[in-house]
């Protein structure tokens, strides 16, 4: 039975990517954020600075291209240190900087006297792979592993040439796991770790993000650098009209059909800019940022999309909009809070009138929270 879960969960790791922007919207989720970016940055700056203290070492790099390699190495850490800093890197940015400090310190190593050629460097790469392995897929992780592995295949034969074969069998053999195993080990853990969050952020009948998934997101969200400086963050509050006529009428495995067409309404409108979620058992929500008066087309384009089915479906909807500006991470709860309680009010609000309609407050472009009662 217990090789049965392994199995199952190596089989789930093996074919599940992981997600870059997971691990900072979980990290921002805790107030972790800013530790864990400091933390990065701090590491890289003193891995660069030891890296260029090789020049000044009589087993270091010789020659022009070994000095310029090392200043290099010390180069791609301070630069991508100075990113931690300022803000999080994007996935695109994290794969250069992995493929460019891969790539340097595997010249640094050939670069060595080879006379004075050890194992010691191939440390390096076992902290790159395992960088990668915590916030890359398994096919992006090939990468970083292959140079490692083939810098050890070099060290092996300078090993066995100089006439040592169980030096070379056993340095090689603890490098393969420092540079294969560890990372692939780190990725493991942090596959479980984000499956167990999965779990309690996400709606099991849908599979949308619950209401804790949901203002995780917009975390996320608000906190996307392409967001503009004038941006806002408006909430639409979808709740759908008679649907316990449809769970009276039709049975409760029509209604969860119904539920799960509606997740996958939302998932066809709402992307870029956007994150939503089920919060209730028919009611639904959709975070934008941007200019407020999408959201308004977003509800709009959900309304036509519900109409289509072949339930003829029709909701009520609340929209509720504020600046971003000067949102901090807790602030940005609190604001996010409280728009989807105003948001929530005017959905109610559109349901006593009738339903199929809907109630907004602050799309004209000056929102202002103080405004709604």
Not at 124 to 130: D, E, I, N, R
Not at 213 to 234: H, I, N
Not at 259 to 279: D, H, K, M, P, W
């Amino acid at each position: 039975m217990r090789l049965t879960v392994i199995r199952t969960w190596l089989r789930e790791w093996w074919n599940l990517p992981i997600r870059y922007d997971w691990l900072r919207s979980y990290l921002h989720s805790r107030g972790l954020d800013r530790l864990a970016r400091r933390s990065a940055a701090g590491i890289l700056l003193g891995s660069g600075m030891l890296v260029s203290l090789m020049i000044f070492s009589a087993a270091g790099p010789r020659g022009t291209a070994g000095v310029a390699v090392a200043i290099g190495v010390t180069i791609v850490c301070t630069g991508f240190s100075v990113l931690w800093m300022l803000r999080w890197p994007t996935d695109t940015q994290s794969k250069v900087f992995v493929l460019a400090l891969a790539a340097c310190l595997a010249a640094l190593f050939l670069l060595q006297q080879p006379a004075e050629i050890d194992g010691t460097g191939i440390i390096g790469f076992s902290l790159v792979a395992c960088y990668a392995a915590c916030v890359h897929n398994r096919r992006f992780l090939v990468a970083p592993i292959a140079v490692g592995v083939a810098i050890i295949g070099c060290y092996f034969a300078h090993v066995v040439r100089s006439g040592d074969l169980p030096r070379a069998i056993s340095d090689c053999g603890l490098d393969l796991v420092i540079v294969v195993v560890v990372p692939l080990c780190f990725q493991f853990m942090v596959y479980l770790l984000s499956h167990d969050a999965d779990e309690s952020d996400f709606d099991p009948l849908t599979e949308l993000l619950n209401r804790r998934g949901f203002k995780r997101a917009v975390g996320q969200l608000a906190g996307d650098p392409k967001s503009a400086p004038d941006a806002e963050l408006s909430v639409v509050m979808i709740d759908l009209d008679a649907f316990k006529s449809i769970n009276d009428t039709y049975g409760h495995a029509v209604g969860d059909e119904v539920l799960i067409n509606v997740a996958e309404i939302l998932r066809r409108t709402c992307r870029g800019s956007s994150t939503f979620a089920r919060i209730g058992g028919e009611e639904f929500v959709i975070a934008y940022v941007g200019d407020s008066r999408i959201a308004f087309t977003l509800a709009d384009r959900v309304r036509e999309q519900l109409a289509a089915t072949e339930w003829r479906l029709t909701a009520s909807y609340g929209i509720a909009a504020a600046p971003l500006r000067g949102n901090d991470a807790g602030s940005l709860d609190a604001t996010t809070d409280r728009l989807m309680q105003v948001a929530d009010e005017l959905m109610y609000t559109a349901k006593r009138a009738g339903g199929d309609q809907v109630q907004s407050v602050g799309l004209d472009g000056d929102s202002d929270l103080d405004r709604v009662s």
